[in-house]
Structures are given as structure tokens and as C-alpha cells.
T-cell receptor
Framework: DQQVKQNSPSLSVQEGRISILNCDYT??????FLWYKKYPAEGPTFLIS?????DKNEDGRFTVFLNKSAKHLSLHIVPSQPGDSAVYFC????????????FGTGTLLAVQP | GAVVSQHPSRVICKSGTSVKIECRSL??????MFWYRQFPKQSLMLMAT?????????EQGVEKDKFLINHASLTLSTLTVTSAHPEDSSFYIC???????????FGQGTRLTVV
């Protein structure tokens, strides 16, 4: 039972364009969502998070949008850079980031120069 | 940001032996640590939650007698894979935080290969 899903296993975009990574969840109890970037054989690196009381959070080139009614969130990266190429995981929790995280299946982003 | 160190980063062991993985929070006291496992091309799956000074809470389907977790201090948690089998080969990652954190900090992971 995959509670957090990323339906696109991979995404390829041109440098300078926008990257949009999507994530869907099924558990309406989730109230905190995070995005992590991960390279092979390394631990995830935190990018950005959003509480369920908000619908948007922005940090530099990264913006996360949350649509609670659709149980959907997305990560926008603008402009995309080759260094952004990695696997991106969305994660969800109940009660904040310090509680256990349920991860999505990941999306491999490739930013072409 | 806070630093979580995981050791070893890579280990190869023979089937039937035990392997210990350490997770240390270097610059903060971690009241809670989580252990995850990632199989190739799959998501990170939570194995257990480790609270300092108490028994770990295991997720459904995770054998507590096989994956021994000890959180003896506020800066160290260990995961011991006992009687390892080839199917235990995976990437194991810990995360740590304290009550004041707004995010979980992850170690760099341990690649376990059982031959």
C-alpha cells in the first residue's frame, strides 16, 4: 500500500526551463510534506517543506505547491540547472518533519545543458 | 545544517554473520532516530523508530530480532543486522532530529552486500 506516489519515474528538461515534479498521497492525515534530493549511494538532502495549512512555499529556485483537496503536491524548480540532476523524493508525515516520514518512489530528474 | 554521520558507508559480509551500522548526530542531541532501507530503484522504506533510552518501534513486516536497534545515547543509534542473508543486501539510511528541528537530517547511508 503505497501511501505516497510519484507517478513519473523520470523527467528530462532543458537547462533554464522549469522542472515540475509531482507527488500524490492517499492518507488525509498527512499534514506535513517535504521534498528531498538524493544522489546514488548518498543520504537524502532536504530541499523544501510545506505544512498543510499552506498551499505554497517558496525558497529561492524551489517552490512547493500543495493541493489538499486533490491530495497532490508539486515541486517547481526555476530555472533548472544541470546540477539539479538527481532523484527527487517527496515525503509526508503526520505531526511534522520530526515524525516518521513516508517516502514516495522518487523521480529521476535530468537537466540537459 | 546539522550533521549526521553514518558508518560504515559500505560493507560486505558473509552470509550468516552480523553487521553493525552506526548513526551519530555530530552537533546536536537526537531524541529520535529513524532507520530506513532502500532497495534498488525503490523508495526509502521506514524500518523502525528509535528513541533514546527506550525500545525501538518497528514497522510492520520488519523482524525486530533480525534488525537490532540500540539508541543508547542522545548522539548514537546502532542497527545490527543479525545472521545476514543475501536478501538483506540493501542501502540502509538513518535520520536524526530533536524536538527543535523542523526537518530530519539524514546520514550518508550504508551499502550492505551479503555474499
Amino acid at each position: 500500500d503505497q501511501q505516497v506516489k510519484q507517478n513519473s519515474p523520470s523527467l528530462s528538461v532543458q537547462e533554464g526551463r522549469i522542472s515540475i515534479l509531482n507527488c500524490d498521497y492517499t492518507n488525509s492525515m498527512f499534514d506535513y510534506f517535504l521534498w528531498y534530493k538524493k544522489y546514488p549511494a548518498e543520504g537524502p538532502t532536504f530541499l523544501i517543506s510545506i505544512s498543510s495549512i499552506k498551499d505554497k512555499n517558496e525558497d529561492g529556485r524551489f517552490t512547493v505547491f500543495l493541493n489538499k483537496s486533490a491530495k497532490h503536491l508539486s515541486l517547481h524548480i526555476v530555472p533548472s540547472q544541470p546540477g539539479d540532476s538527481a532523484v527527487y523524493f517527496c515525503a509526508a508525515s503526520i505531526g511534522g518533519a520530526t515524525n516518521k516520514l513516508i517516502f514516495g518512489t522518487g523521480t529521476l530528474l535530468a537537466v540537459q545543458p | 545544517g546539522a550533521v549526521v554521520s553514518q558508518h560504515p558507508s559500505r560493507v560486505i559480509c558473509k552470509s550468516g554473520t552480523s553487521v553493525k551500522i552506526e548513526c551519530r548526530s555530530l552537533d546536536f542531541q537526537a531524541t529520535t532516530m529513524f532507520w530506513y532501507r532502500q532497495f534498488p530503484k525503490q523508495s526509502l522504506m521506514l524500518m523502525a523508530t528509535s528513541n533514546e533510552g527506550s525500545k525501538a518501534t518497528y514497522e510492520q513486516g520488519v523482524e525486530k530480532d533480525k534488525f537490532l536497534i540500540n539508541h543508547a545515547s542522545l548522539t548514537l543509534s546502532t542497527l545490527t543486522v543479525t545472521s545476514a542473508h543475501p536478501e538483506d543486501s540493501s542501502f540502509y539510511i538513518c535520520s536524526a532530529h530533536n524536538r527543535g528541528n523542523t526537518e530530519a537530517f539524514f546520514g550518508q547511508g550504508t551499502r550492505l552486500t551479503v555474499v
